[in-house]
């Protein structure tokens, strides 16, 4: 083979967009087999990005970022007047947009640290919301169209992303029991029904392994050895409940039950919905909101956004979807107009998350359909019900929330078992330990960045630059 043949097929192969096929367990090219910018190579690529792997397990995926998305929002619609009916149309839109771009069920998330300021102080108001949301996705947009989130994204070693991932986890999963702790125990919303929701996830979803119950070449051949028929037909039945049981929508299942418990507690509910779209106003914005929102908002959003969103979603999408990696650059970039767009007409700041990514493949989402879906749902919620569905969601029980919220977490925070080395394993948890206790992933950041910093130092020798011990990678990370 020539040179020229050689480089012609490298190019080739670094083309074609690579899935995880969730039925087969493994890595497959999708149709496509080159890069094609023409309407129709555009339109096709849409159509792959949306198909569902799996629809039951699409569905089920669907509901796996809800435990954030809900309570944050809620909290803000009742305590701070936010239009809910005008987040989940903007929201919904950004589901279906996000699902074509990218073909896997890449979040949309509220900020948080934007939210949790909100709710801690009465004179953060909508406009000072928006404002934040907007500074934010301003900074997070210029960052990626100049290339220099990506120069961040290389910068910043495995370890200290996969401690951030760990602290959030955790983060997700402590707030989860603690909701649950202060429930009681009998009840439409009581800590039994949230245990048998729980031990229901768990049996179904186990702990997210591919379960093997069933069409294995194993089980034919111990089936062709049984010399008792009877045996060999209760080995049927039971493989074919197993394979009923293995493939319910538990989370959509639980989602669904905690809809109908919510009109249950309060069925005079059905006489506070009102049909219709809530109007879509653009905010007004004084100095004063500008200049609050940027620092009480902003400066402790940016850091959460920028490692949170960007870094450690690339990092996590190359886990679990191998060959479909995005880059630093396009996150950024979705995550600044998503805000750039909709805080001018007081839809709730949005980013993606690691938490979002990794709830969603924990209960089966594996493509853009996924998201496309929760979008596709949102958007009719918002423009049929508005504002109004926030008397149902106010009736949603805590602790169904909870459930996800806490599968959400741990999903997440296991993420971080690929640290193989004590050395990345320091630094991980000493990023962790820092972002729980102080409440901040800028400041675990940091600490982790330092301690890092420090261990690369005393590996330092003559004959090694301190450029090379820098970038020095383990195998296990390659």
């Known amino acids: ?145 100049t290339g220099l989130m990506q120069l961040v994204y290389r910068l910043i070693p495995l370890c200290v992303v996969r401690g951030i991932q760990l602290a959030q986890g955790l983060s997700f999963a402590l707030t989860a029991v603690k909701s649950l702790g202060q429930r009681h125990w009998v009840g439409l919303d009581g800590l039994i029904l949230a245990i048998v929701c729980l031990v229901f996830i768990v049996i179904v979803n186990g702990a997210g392994e591919k379960n093997r119950c069933c069409g294995d070449p194993g089980d034919d051949e111990d089936l062709g050895r049984d010399r008792n028929r009877g045996s060999t037909i209760k080995k049927n039945k039971t493989d074919r409940i197993r394979r009923i049981v293995f493939s319910l929508p538990s989370a959509f299942l639980v989602f669904i039950l905690g809809v109908v418990l919510a009109f249950l507690r309060r069925h005079h509910v059905v006489h506070e919905i009102k049909f219709g779209p809530s109007s879509i106003d653009v905010v007004k914005f004084s100095k004063h909101a500008w200049k609050k929102g940027f620092i009480k908002g902003t400066i402790p959003q940016l850091p959460l956004t920028l490692l949170n969103s960007v870094v450690a979603v690339v990092k996590l999408s190359s886990d679990l979807f191998p060959g479909r990696e995005f880059t630093a650059t396009s996150l950024s970039v979705t995550v600044g107009l998503m805000n750039l767009v909709g805080c001018w007409f007081g839809a709730m700041p949005m980013c993606h998350g690691a938490g979002g990514l990794a709830g969603q493949y924990k209960f089966g989402g594996r493509s853009g359909g996924c998201v496309a879906l929760l979008g596709a749902a949102k958007l009719v919620l918002g423009l049929v019900l508005g504002t109004s569905l926030a008397h149902v969601l106010n009736q949603f029980p805590v602790g169904i929330l909870g459930v996800l919220l806490l599968f959400a977490g741990i999903e997440l925070a296991m993420c971080s078992r690929d640290m193989n080395t004590k050395e990345d394993s320091f630094v991980m948890l000493m990023c962790t330990a820092v972002s729980l206790v102080g409440s901040s992933a800028a400041l675990g950041f940091l600490v982790g960045m330092i301690v890092y910093v420090i261990l690369r130092l005393r590996n330092w020798t003559k004959d090694k630059p301190l450029s090379t011990i820098w970038m020095q990678k383990h195998d296990d990370q390659l």
């Open 1 to 145: 083979m020539s040179q020229q043949e050689h480089n012609n097929n490298d190019h080739q192969s670094s083309t074609i967009p690579i899935s995880l096929d969730p039925e087969a367990g493994q890595v497959v090219a999708s149709a496509t087999t080159r890069t094609d910018y023409s309407a129709k190579g555009v339109v096709e690529k849409v159509k792959t990005n949306l198909v569902f792997r799996s629809k039951w397990a699409e569905i089920n995926g669907a509901m796996g970022d809800l435990g954030t998305y809900i309570p944050i929002v809620l909290a803000l619609t009742l305590a701070r007047d936010l239009n809910l009916g005008t987040t989940l149309i903007f929201t919904g839109v950004y589901n279906i947009i996000t699902g074509a771009i990218y073909g896997v069920p890449m979040p949309v998330q509220p900020m948080k640290s934007i939210a949790a300021e909100a709710l801690s102080d009465t004179g953060f108001g909508v406009p000072e919301i928006m404002a934040a949301g907007i500074l934010t996705g301003g900074t997070v947009f210029v960052l990626g169209v």
